[in-house]
């Protein structure tokens, strides 16, 4: 991964994750970025500025004064020196600060005057990071183009254990390195994506659904964003933070609700992605009141489902491209060619429950893809954002491509 002369400007706010920065520093420079740091007042608690200044190899700024003589580092030309903005932590106080415009530091000076983009990497405790008012404040600062790098998942600082970890610094430089080669290959292109699980109601209480959270989906809806594609969402619900007003966004439940959407849009687009997790079976009658528990054993009577892939690849047009995903337990490979005909797909995206680091609600992904000319493809296990960009870069070697 190649950075070489590329002016980055690094943010470390007050954070335990500071020491992250260290080790992020160290990967920007190795890839050949320039790597300028600007810490607030608080990230002195956590990281010196020696450390940082020696892995970046220029001083670690922290205020607006440079030395005794009065001379001062001047945050305009600071931020028209970079060519992207980085936090990496992002405190809540911090972040705050961005997102009504407070300037009371060398940090968030030169963020309002920066001309290039910004990302932002938030770190902080699991009830802060869901907090309202922190998540009013990603929204809004989003709304203002900055891109989010979500917290991630695991143990904190506090003991507890959720979402609000900075993204590990290797994923943080993936997503670096990803800005700077981003290409525009998708634009002019209409895509729609199923995403997520189906709810199929038994009473007003209970319903039918399955473990899908909708990661997969909403990686490949961003990835197709940021290559330029206009992007339709229908999502089943789901509880990840995911950023509607970016997309043109359809939320749905059951089975019969999704297919409904995904039949109007179809028409209209030029790719679709059929990542949603739909269930198979409904309740053939749906309680108008919330069933009561007896002493004997209950059945529920089903019916099946709309099978929205194999209704939507009916009326497929030419040059239209249809990708499916086939999640299995056994004789992977057979059932999901199977599909590959069945649905008239021209690509499915297999991956197995019994692959380690693959499946429902996991932030990776291992998948094997099939085209419909034979040609298989496999990828390692990596983040759903990496695989997002494997299915697009597959898309793009269609011979149908060009039409779509």
């Given at each position: ?36 740091i600007i810490m607030s007042a608080s990230a002195l608690d956590f990281i010196s500025p020696l450390t940082l200044a020696t892995l970046s190899k220029r001083p670690a ?244 489902t709309t099978d929205i892939a194999l209704a939507l690849g009916q009326s497929k047009k030419p040059g239209q491209i249809h990708v499916g995903f086939a999640l299995e ?17 021209d690509i499915v995206v297999l991956n197995s429950m019994k692959e380690s680091g693959a499946g429902f609600r996991l932030d990776t992904n291992r998948v094997h893809l ?35």
């Open positions: 991964m190649n950075l070489q002369g590329k002016r980055i400007i690094l943010g470390v706010t007050g954070s335990i994750a500071a020491y992250k920065s260290a080790h992020l520093t160290r990967l920007l420079r190795k890839a050949g970025a320039e790597v300028q700024l922290h205020q607006f004064q440079k030395d005794e003589t009065g001379v001062w580092n001047n945050h305009v030309e600071l931020s028209l020196w970079a060519d992207l903005f980085l936090i990496a932590p992002l405190s809540a106080n911090t972040l705050a600060k961005l997102a009504n415009g407070i300037c009371d530091n060398l940090l968030t000076a030169t963020y309002l005057s920066a001309r290039c983009p910004v990302m932002l990497a938030p770190a902080m405790d699991l009830d802060m990071y869901q907090h309202p008012a922190v998540r009013t404040n990603l929204a809004r600062i989003q709304s203002f183009g900055n891109q989010i790098l979500d917290a991630e998942s695991g143990e904190l600082a506090s003991g507890l254990s959720g979402q609000g970890r900075m993204m590990e610094p290797e994923h943080v430089f993936e997503e670096v390195n990803r800005f700077f080669q981003k290409k525009l290959d998708f634009q002019g292109k209409k895509v729609l994506i199923t995403m997520g699980p189906t709810q199929e109601a038994i009473d007003p209480v209970r319903f039918i659904s399955n473990h899908s959270s909708g990661k997969m989906g909403y990686a490949l809806a961003e990835a197709f964003l940021a290559r330029g594609a206009e992007v339709f969402v229908v999502s089943g619900p789901i509880s990840i933070q995911v950023s509607k007003e970016k997309f043109h966004w359809h939320d749905v439940f059951s089975a019969q609700s999704m297919y409904e959407a995904a039949a109007a849009l179809h028409s209209q687009v030029d790719i679709v992605v059929f990542a949603a997790a739909v269930a198979d079976y409904a309740p053939v009658t749906i309680a108008s009141e919330k069933i009561k528990k007896e002493d004997s054993e209950m059945s529920i009577a089903l019916k099946k337990t056994e004789n992977e490979e057979e059932h999901a060619k199977g599909k590959l005909k069945k649905k008239n797909f099939f085209h419909q000319d034979g040609k298989k493809v496999s990828s390692a296990v990596e983040r759903k954002e990496s695989i997002a960009s494997l299915i697009l870069d597959e898309i793009k070697k269609r011979d149908n491509w060009k039409q779509a």
